[in-house]
């Protein structure tokens, strides 16, 4: 739910779900096998709950988020297929993963034990997934240390060893060695199970770059972020699926002014007019999430073509040179999109923000409101 209405606001993240159908599909057709969409940070800043439920409906096979909230907020929701909270969990928090039937990522012996008092205690049963670091460094049991779990898994008499899983550190540059180094170190431990006799639980090991470059990675689940919302992981990254960018950033033109030769824009009057030029503000700024690192280096779309901004992006608005042309009050002006023959791509922006693209999207915040377009939308 935004703090703003789209009738109230001017500006807009226009959510295409029909290019989030075109890239789900996609995806599942590439990979041929279950499919785990990644939604948490408000599905990479395109709304968490829209985005669950129009996914569930496409037919998803679970859903994956960081945290207990976001998984909970889910349920509340209505949302009802498998959801797994990819974060690590306190010991206070295992309750709440059983109450809301939630599956719940383990990591150690201790955390295991863990689960299987609040099972004992509860009289429920919990499903969870083994985490295994291959490389990462992040969360989970190292590779080398990982067999006493998998064994006290397998044996547990209160919870359901549903998947064992990790994580690629590098597997959006298809050139990195790290990926084949991880996999085989994942494959070391599922060959170990298959020793163990027991049937396998659901290997997935694929993020968006191991869906993109490495098939022997997809296993038996994969797991897209940033590709499910059309855009890829790094700029060594190769589109083989056609993907289609989801989200539209949208505002408009409030205000109009012609400025003389030597006028200073915006705080600390980085940037003076050479000459008489004619000025617009766009009522967005860093405190929506856009990034002050566009300042005087940023362009925006106005009536098909590309206008830069100039001066610092201020929190709430910023404002843009059109040289001589011609603009008026609510003229709508792109930030990322398309209008006529330009596109300004979330790619485009990151590189210019000296970030990636997740950091862009995962920025715009509730401020902005989400209009969803396509499928059952307008």
């Not at 703003?4 to 290019?19: G, K």
């Not at 990195?176 to 199970?193: A, V």
């Not at 997935?204 to 992981?233: C, Q, T």
Request: hydrophobic residues 40%; proline residues 5%; neutral net charge.
């Amino acid at each position: 739910m935004t703090m703003f209405s789209a009738i109230q606001r001017p500006t807009v993240a226009e959510i295409n779900l029909d290019h989030l159908k075109h890239n789900f599909l996609k995806i599942r057709q590439h990979v041929n096998t279950k499919v785990m969409a990644i939604v948490k940070a408000n599905a990479y800043g395109h709304g968490l709950i829209p985005v669950a439920h129009f996914l569930d409906k496409c037919g998803v096979d679970a859903l994956g988020v960081a945290f207990l909230e976001e998984g909970i907020a889910l349920r509340q929701a209505g949302i009802r297929c498998p959801i797994l909270v990819l974060g690590g969990m306190c010991h206070k928090q295992v309750d709440y993963f059983l109450d809301f039937d939630l599956e719940i990522n383990v990591s150690s012996l201790d955390k295991l034990k863990q689960v299987e008092e609040a099972c004992e205690r509860k009289q429920k049963q919990a499903v969870i997934h083994v985490k295994v670091d291959t490389g990462m460094e992040r969360i989970g049991v190292h590779s080398y240390h990982a067999k006493p779990l998998l064994e006290a898994a397998l044996k547990s008499r209160h919870c359901h060893f549903k998947g064992v899983f990790s994580h690629l550190a590098c597997a959006d540059d298809p050139a990195s060695p790290m990926t084949k180094l991880q996999m085989e170190r994942f494959q070391e431990i599922t060959s170990h199970l298959e020793k163990l006799g027991e049937p396998m639980p659901l290997r997935h090991l694929a993020n968006s770059g191991g869906i993109l470059h490495f098939k022997e990675s997809h296993l038996d689940m994969v797991r897209p972020g940033i590709i499910l919302y059309g855009s890829l992981p790094d700029p060594a990254s190769h589109d083989v699926l056609g993907l289609r960018p989801v989200l539209t950033l949208k505002s408009q033109v409030v205000y109009f002014k012609v400025i003389p030769p030597g006028a200073s824009v915006s705080y600390g009057a980085t940037w003076t007019s050479e000459k008489m030029t004619r000025v617009v503000t766009v009522p967005i700024g860093y405190g929506d999430g856009y990034p002050r690192a566009l300042s005087s280096k940023g362009h925006v779309l106005i009536r098909g073509q590309r206008y830069p901004i100039i001066g610092r992006v201020c929190m709430d608005q910023f404002m843009v040179d059109i040289g001589w042309n011609s603009a008026w009050n609510e003229d709508e002006v792109v930030l990322i999109g398309t209008q006529g023959d330009e596109h300004i791509s979330v790619e485009q922006i990151a590189v210019q923000s000296d970030t990636i693209p997740y950091e862009i999207f995962t920025r715009l915040n509730e401020r902005i409101p989400r209009v969803y377009v396509g499928d059952n939308g307008e």
